[in-house]
């Protein structure tokens, strides 16, 4: 039988001290950090700063000069206006036609939005839960039609529009809007759909949920973060737009029915010579505005959309 062996406090604290000792020096000591850790973080929050700059500092440039007079816009390019004259935007808006280009842009852009979510969340729903012959290949043609250049496209679309029709009209650009914008709203949505969870869709149709109802009610309502991105991207898309309403809308009396890009364009040749530089930075600050004002009131709505495609 071994002896217990009775230490003194002292020799007690001794033992604990040297313990912690060896302990100490078994530690490795933390070494300090490298310069490289910060230097890249650096780099990237001053280039997403000088992006930012570059980026609103010619917006900001362009709504000050709407509120100056031309001898300001000429002789001080830089400087604030002396006073707000909102007399520019008012000449832009009546005088150049600017709010009848506006309200066409709207319709035009309102309609093809709204035929290009419905018919794009549709297909994209049923090609991501159903499977059935030929769903591939639907699918890879609806991806192939984002890889298709409109400038292919221009002369056998003029004379298809032509032959319906439709040629210098709005709905004609409605419905070429909708079709250009299809394939990518498709491709997006598709993918989302596929990370919605089955057994929701599962039990609806237990309480009696038909496909109709389970589309609208159920599924719709949860890939909304997925709608709402890509309906902003497609608004910037179609807002935008220059090359397919120069190409479609002619023809006689064609100009009241001009969209704002065509608008601004006339506008850029009119005032340019008459030396109205005030009014042509009013209509652009007027066309700027939807832009703006959309990806201020969304901007977190895309950016959680995005963000929840990446998570799952």
Partial sequence: MAEAVDLSPKEATGLTTSTKDEQTEREPTPKPARDGGRIVPLLSHGFL???ALLTTLPLLWAVLSSFKSDQEILTD????????RWENWGRAWNEAHIGRYF????IVVIGALFLT?????MAAYVLAR???RGSRVVYYAFVGGMMFPVFLALVPLFFVVKNLGLLGTLPGLILVYAAYSLPFTVFFLTAFFRTLPNSVAEAAMVDGC??????????????????VSVGIFNFLFQWNQYVLPIVLMQGE??????VLAQGLTALAVNEGYQGDFSGLFAGMSIA?????IGYIAFHRQVQSGLAAGQLR
């Avoid at 038909?210 to 973060?225: E, N, Q």
């Fill in 77 to 84: 390019p830089w400087g604030l206006p002396g006073e707000l």
């Fill in 288 to 292: 700027m505005l939807p832009v703006l």
């Fill in 117 to 121: 979510m419905l018919f794009g969340a």
């Fill in 130 to 132: 159903y499977r059935f």
């Fill in 253 to 258: 009396g064609a100009e009241k029915r001009w």
């Fill in 103 to 106: 309200l066409n842009s709207a």
């Fill in 49 to 51: 700063i000088a992006w």
């Fill in 210 to 227: 038909g496909h109709y109802g389970l589309f609208f009610r159920v599924m719709l309502p949860m890939a909304r973060p997925g709608l």
